[in-house]
């Protein structure tokens, strides 16, 4: 290796990519047959934002030599600039089939899994590097972004703190470990970890708007309704469906108890009336979070469950307002139970009908229990 090349590659490691690049030009011009030099140009060149510039030096590395590892490495850093996803993958397995012992060659295939949306394949790829180097940068870069995007807020944070204990200093791990602790709810935490990365890194454009968003008016209110959150997201939505239920059956035997037992009419309309107002203060701050796009994991019964409670209030009040109407009420309800009972144990991925054509024994337990109880009712 010459000395104008291992001065490039100094220069690399110390991200002073302009001297590198002038170091680089001279290793080539003395030696123009360099596989590596041409690489490691690309690479410079990609950090510049050159990346048309970047993807010429990339494919005169690999047609010097087409077996390099590093030569198909970075012809995929570069594909990736461009935005060619496709080939960057492909140009990165390749790289892993030349040297599958290099960490940092899974950690780019995470990378690029992230910028196509799979989190589950980066997770995968950023724990086979992991397996290889348990302290490769970029592929614990690589897990906890894929973490946060599955939802597994708590792993990421464990897996930030190992990160910086490895390196303190290092502003990308304090981002994703302030971005994890908003989501947590500790606003306090997440606003030290973003001053921080922004202190290591003012050019952190997350950590700037993470920041702006914590500091922005109405992030009190923000943060009150994720609490709501929080503690809703927290109750397993079978148990939401089967109160929904309970509550439905309540209000449909109300004429009758008031009829029976004029005494309790207060009492039962109190319930009613507080039961309703508990899910309208569940609601609006669900409706609020999403309005605000604030990043948090909603429980997938929610809208459904108040589209049906509000169905069923209308069935209610048409089956008493027309006696005839009984008959449409109970169809209505039959329908609303069917598809909450179902949903409550639907499979990942699965949706309420194909539930309840796989019959799932559960599903059709509450159904049989709610159609005795609601035809008794209406009975």
């Known amino acids: 290796m010459s000395q104008h090349l291992q001065r490039a590659q100094l ?92 960490a940092g060659y899974q950690g780019c295939l995470g990378a690029i899994f992230l910028e196509t949306q799979d989190p589950s394949q980066a997770l995968a790829a950023a724990n ?26 708590q792993t990421a944070v464990e897996v930030a703190q190992y990160a910086l204990s490895l390196d303190p200093n ?16 500790d606003p306090l935490s997440a606003a030290n ?9 003012p050019t952190e454009t997350v950590a700037q708007s993470g920041l702006m968003r914590l500091q ?13 959150h929080h503690w809703f997201s927290r109750v397993p939505p079978s148990f939401v469906n089967f109160e929904l239920i309970v509550g439905w059956i309540t209000i449909h035997a109300t004429p009758r108890l008031t009829r029976s037992h004029p005494h ?8 009613i009336a507080a039961y309703i107002l508990l899910h ?8 609020h979070l999403r309005k605000c796009n604030t990043p948090a994991r ?33 169809l209505i309800d039959l329908s609303i139970v069917t598809v909450l009972a179902v949903s409550s144990t639907a499979r990942e991925g699965e949706s309420p009908l194909q539930s309840l054509f796989r019959i799932n024994p559960v599903a059709v337990g509450l159904m049989v229990i709610a159609m005795i109880l609601l035809i008794a009712l209406h009975g």
């Open 11 to 102: 220069l690399f490691d110390t991200e002073r990519y302009e001297l590198s690049v002038q170091e680089l030009l001279l290793a080539i011009a003395e030696e123009p047959e360099s596989s590596v030099a041409h690489s490691l140009l690309a690479h410079s060149l990609t950090q510049l934002g050159r990346s048309n510039d970047a993807l010429r030096s990339a494919e005169e590395g690999l047609r010097l030599d087409p077996s390099s590892p590093f030569g198909h490495y970075v012809y995929s850093v570069v594909l990736s600039a461009l935005d060619r996803q496709t080939d960057s993958k492909r140009a990165i397995q390749e790289a892993i089939r030349l040297s599958p012992d290099r």
């Open 216 to 228: 922005q008016p109405g992030a009190a209110a923000n943060h009150l309704a994720l609490r709501i």
């Open 298 to 330: 909603f429980p997938d019964s929610t809208d459904l469950a108040f589209t049906a409670f509000t169905l069923s209030l209308a069935a209610v009040s048409f089956g008493i307002l027309w006696p005839a109407g009984l008959i449409a009420s109970l």
């Open 128 to 153: 086979a590097g992991l397996a290889i180097e348990a302290t490769n940068h970029l592929c614990l870069h690589v897990r906890i972004a894929a973490l946060l995007q599955l939802g597994r807020t």
């Open 193 to 201: 970890h973003y001053k921080t990365a922004l202190r290591l890194d």
């Open 264 to 271: 309790t009419t207060g009492i039962v309309i109190t319930s």
């Open 280 to 287: 309208i203060f569940l609601y609006v701050p669900l409706s």
């Open 170 to 185: 290092d502003a990308t791990t304090h981002t994703f470990l302030a971005t994890a602790r908003e989501r947590l709810l």
